[in-house]
């Protein structure tokens, strides 16, 4: 395991300062699923490249994978984190069994895990620029630059995406949720950004209406964002891992799909 010093931002806040420089370089995180092969490729990856900060857009833990040893890995870096969908309905499982792969990381977390998960924030603002959500900044269960309909997902109107992001105004406004990389510019000079997923490159759902999610190869993604005197610019990154070894976990713990889906990033 890759070790990395943990980002310090003074204790337990909801707002982590950035300073204002010529250039601010980001790297951002979601969805990873459980999937630490795929994380610790990221985080090496980030390392040789370099970054002022790292954030966590959620999603972190469920799925049939290793959810204990991720947390492990990322609650000593105190990166800026907020919850997914998935933390939720992890939590839930206190209450009433969950669906397998919230229920799956409920069970193989420990309490001191899942209060981790639990003091994490819905959106989180990192300063005047920054801004982040999991799927919009009202519903962490909706896709903000994606509409799903009878006919599959494509990318949303630009009426949709403005309404999402109506009262955000921070230059950079970042999301996750779809697994699926993008980039899209709105008015006000603003950018909402998704990394797509570090952990888990294609799925299916049958909400609100059955449709599929394919990145096409089993690498795990994220974004490196700079800020520079002209706005941001996006790289949108695909890392080598043993994918294989992961599906391998996959399939021992029960879930042929995600072992399909991890092999190729296809469903």
């Given amino acids: 395991m890759i070790e990395l010093h943990p980002f310090l931002f003074g204790g337990a806040i909801s707002?982590?300062?950035v300073m204002k420089e010529t250039t601010m370089k980001l790297a951002i995180l979601s969805d990873i699923h459980g999937n630490?092969?795929?994380?610790e490729a990221v985080l090496a990856d980030i390392k040789r490249r370099g970054v002022d900060l790292i954030v966590n857009a959620g999603d972190i833990l469920s799925g049939p994978l290793e959810p204990s040893a991720t947390a492990d890995l990322l609650m000593p870096l105190q990166l800026p984190t907020i919850?997914?969908?998935?933390?939720?309905h992890l939590l839930d499982c206190a209450k009433?069994?969950?669906q397998p792969s919230d229920q799956f990381a409920y069970d193989n977390t420990t309490a001191a895990q899942r209060d981790w998960i639990c003091g994490l924030p819905a959106t989180l603002a990192l300063n005047d620029d920054i801004f982040m959500c999991h799927g919009t900044p009202a519903n962490d269960l909706a896709y903000f630059l994606e509409h799903v309909d009878q006919h599959g997902c494509r990318m949303a109107s630009s009426?949709?995406?403005e309404a999402r992001a109506e009262a955000i105004p921070h230059s950079l406004i970042i999301c996750g949720h779809t697994h699926k990389p993008r980039a899209c510019a709105i008015s006000g000079g603003r950018l909402v950004v998704n990394p797509g997923s570090v952990g888990l490159q294609a799925y299916d759902d049958d909400q609100p209406c059955f449709h599929t999610?394919?990145?096409g190869s089993p690498h795990a993604r994220y974004a490196m964002?700079?800020?520079?005197?002209d706005g941001w610019s996006v790289d949108h990154l695909c890392v080598a891992y043993d994918h294989l070894q992961a599906a391998r976990t996959a399939l021992k713990n029960g879930r042929p799909d995600?072992?399909?889906?991890?092999?190729?990033?296809?469903v």
């Fill in 96 to 98: 009433r069994p969950g």
């Fill in 159 to 161: 009426t949709d995406i």
């Fill in 213 to 215: 999610i394919e990145n």
């Fill in 258 to 266: 995600w072992a399909r889906w991890l092999a190729s990033g296809r």
């Fill in 15 to 17: 707002v982590f300062p």
């Fill in 36 to 39: 630490i092969l795929a994380l």
């Fill in 225 to 229: 964002c700079e800020q520079t005197s």
């Fill in 83 to 88: 919850r997914g969908n998935h933390e939720r």
